[in-house]
């Protein structure tokens, strides 16, 4: 059996460009954002899915230093852009993380891909009512991205990956796929209460003081632990809501004519 891991990353940004190469004691937040991927039990290989603009070769060169292949595609059709990044693989599952996340828990990434397998799950995702923003998991078989890649026709749709399969799945009431949405195991910190992603200015200030005072190999819950008696870092960002850039897609969204 073959995991492939995919982050997307890509230099352009509508709220903070170049967010990712942010640099925290010498080292950028994508940097170890992969860094932490790797420490992954689950994977068998990582790959980034980047674009095909100017200012990616910003993205390769981080990817060249950690030792990470990757995948140049279009900027608006990510999930033309994830699926070409996988299939040459010819993986049985695909891991979908995004390097907004430099916090990313690789025991997380090893609890979905353990219950997706267990359970033979067409898809899993970290449950956002149960785990911080910034923690962001997915699970899938490859088949199920083949299929959401062939058929998927909305703007939303391929411009976010995944939903085509998660609106499509059990967990969501869909016929077509077997879904389930992980909750963590200590308790609830949910995306609306914590934030450790890296989409506002604000975040930087969060994740920059996270990093220096507890290092880039800490699991989720001791940052998360460090903001519960530092109310003033966490209230920095806590006013930004989750997955934003979805909620606007769906407000603009249509259908493909093809």
Not at 2 to 17: C, E, W
Not at 24 to 43: A, M, P
Request: aromatic share 10%; with cysteine.
């Amino acid at each position: 059996m073959k995991v492939l891991a995919i982050t997307q990353a890509r230099y352009g940004s509508t709220r903070l460009p170049a967010k990712i190469l942010k640099e925290v004691d010498g080292q950028t937040l994508l940097e170890i954002h992969l860094r932490r991927i790797l420490r992954s039990t689950g994977i068998d290989m990582l790959k980034i899915a980047t674009t095909d603009e100017e200012g990616s070769r910003f993205i390769t060169a981080v990817a060249d230093k950690v030792g990470v292949e990757y995948f140049k595609g279009s900027v608006d059709d990510v999930l033309s852009r994830f699926y070409g990044t996988a299939e040459p693989e010819h993986p049985d599952y695909v891991v979908r993380l995004t390097s907004d996340c430099p916090l990313i828990d690789p025991e997380v990434i090893d609890d979905v891909i353990k219950y997706a397998v267990e359970h033979d799950c067409d898809y899993v995702r970290t449950d956002p009512d149960s785990f911080p923003d910034g923690l962001d998991t997915e699970v899938m078989k490859f088949s199920a991205l083949e299929r959401a890649y062939k058929e998927a026709d909305m703007v939303s749709e391929r411009e976010h990956v995944t939903p085509f399969i998660w609106k499509n799945g059990s967990a969501e009431g869909g016929r077509i796929f077997k879904s389930f949405k992980l909750q963590n195991k200590a308790g609830r910190y949910c995306a609306s209460e914590y934030r450790i992603t890296i989409d506002e200015a604000e975040d930087f200030e969060v994740l920059k003081s996270l990093i220096q005072v507890l290092g880039t190999e800490k699991g989720w819950k001791e940052y998360i632990d460090y903001l519960e008696v530092h109310p003033e870092l966490k209230n920095i960002n806590s006013r930004f809501g989750y997955n934003e850039g979805y909620d606007k897609s769906i407000r603009n969204d249509k259908k493909i004519e093809k």
